[in-house]
């Protein structure tokens, strides 16, 4: 699991590191800049999205509820999370913003916890 999940934290960094890019080349002002990557962010992590692990090789019922990553006890689900981090990171999107929009996003689905 840990080379699988390494690779994938590779590629989603990778990724949003190039669309970080594109998005800073555009001529526009820093907050109308900010709020499109906020927009595009949300289009690409949110649930069902491309980046969303938890439905793909990362859901419970293909590792089961723990796995080991790097020697660490982890939950199915600190996979997406520790994902989504890294894809903010990369994109340029200030942690408290990616932390408030995943809360938005719980809450919009009906699960407030």
Known sequence: MTAQFDTQLGVTRTFFNSLNNYYN???LDPGSRY???LLMFT???KTHAPFDLKN???KRSVIGYYS???GEKMQ???YGQINYGVAAKAFGIDLDDAIH????N???QGKPN
Not at 101 to 104: D, H, K, N, R, V
């Open 56 to 58: 793909g090789d990362y």
């Open 101 to 104: 929009g995943a809360g938005i």
């Open 76 to 78: 199915f689900g600190d």
């Open 35 to 37: 709020v499109a990557k």
């Open 106 to 108: 719980q809450i919009l």
């Open 25 to 27: 080349s555009l001529p």
């Open 43 to 45: 289009q690409l992590v």
């Open 68 to 70: 080991l990553w790097h």
